[in-house]
C-alpha cells in the first residue's frame, strides 16, 4: 500500500499539556500533521483531538501505538472516508470593490456560503464542507483577492451508531 491520508480520532483526558505532548510525538517520530482539531467533548473530563496525517499503513500503525502510550490518551480510531463524517470551516476576508461586491455576493451564494462581515471594501466570509469543497470555493474567489484566511483542518466522528466510546467497560 502506497501513501494515504488517515484521520486519527483521539480519545483523551482533558489536561493541560496534552495537545503540546501529542504534536511532541509527532515532531519526534518525524511525521508531518496536516491538520489537528482538538475540543472539550460532551463529558467535560475528556477532549477530542481530530489528527489527519500523510503516510503509509506501517507509519499509521506505528502512530497509534506511540499515541497509546502517552498517558492521557485513553482511545485512538482511524476513521476513513467512508465510515466518517467530517467537515471543516473557512473563515476568508477578500475585496469586495464596487462592481466586483455583486460578483463575490454571488459566489457566496452559489456555495451556500455566509456572510459575517462587510466592510466598506471588503467581505468577510464563513464555509463549512468537505475539504474538496472548500479548495473549489477558494479557487472560485481568488480572482477577487483573498486579504487573509483561516482554516480549522478537519474534524470527523465515525457515521452510524457507533461512537468512539463504544468497546468502553
Known amino acids: 500500500m502506497g501513501e494515504g491520508r488517515a484521520i486519527f480520532s483521539v480519545l483523551a483526558v482533558n489536561s493541560p499539556g496534552v495537545l503540546l505532548r501529542v504534536s511532541g510525538l509527532f515532531y519526534r517520530r518525524g511525521f508531518n500533521i496536516d491538520s489537528i482539531v482538538a475540543c472539550k467533548t460532551e463529558n467535560p473530563?475528556?477532549?477530542?483531538?481530530?489528527i489527519v496525517a500523510s503516510g503509509d499503513e506501517a507509519t499509521f500503525t506505528q502512530l497509534i501505538r506511540q499515541l497509546?502510550?502517552?498517558?492521557?490518551?485513553?482511545k485512538v480510531?482511524?476513521?476513513?472516508?467512508?465510515?466518517?463524517?467530517?467537515?471543516?470551516m473557512l473563515l476568508?476576508?477578500?475585496?469586495?470593490?464596487?462592481?466586483?461586491?455583486?460578483?463575490?455576493?454571488k459566489t457566496?451564494?452559489?456555495?451556500?456560503?455566509?456572510?459575517l462581515d462587510i466592510g466598506d471594501s471588503t467581505?468577510?466570509?464563513?464555509?463549512?464542507?468537505?475539504?474538496?469543497?472548500?479548495?473549489?470555493?477558494?479557487?472560485?474567489?481568488?480572482?477577487?483577492?483573498?486579504?487573509?484566511m483561516a482554516r480549522t483542518g478537519i474534524t470527523a466522528i465515525q457515521r452510524g451508531d457507533m461512537t468512539i466510546h463504544d468497546d468502553d467497560k
Open 92 to 105: 476568508v476576508k477578500v475585496c469586495a470593490e464596487g462592481s466586483m461586491r455583486n460578483a463575490v455576493l
Open 123 to 148: 467581505i468577510t466570509i464563513e464555509l463549512t464542507g468537505q475539504t474538496e469543497e472548500i479548495d473549489e470555493f477558494l479557487e472560485n474567489i481568488e480572482g477577487f483577492g483573498i486579504l487573509e
Open 108 to 115: 457566496i451564494q452559489a456555495y451556500g456560503a455566509r456572510v
Open 45 to 50: 473530563h475528556f477532549s477530542r483531538l481530530t
Open 68 to 74: 497509546l502510550k502517552l498517558e492521557d490518551i485513553k
Open 77 to 88: 480510531k482511524v476513521l476513513t472516508v467512508d465510515e466518517s463524517s467530517s467537515s471543516e
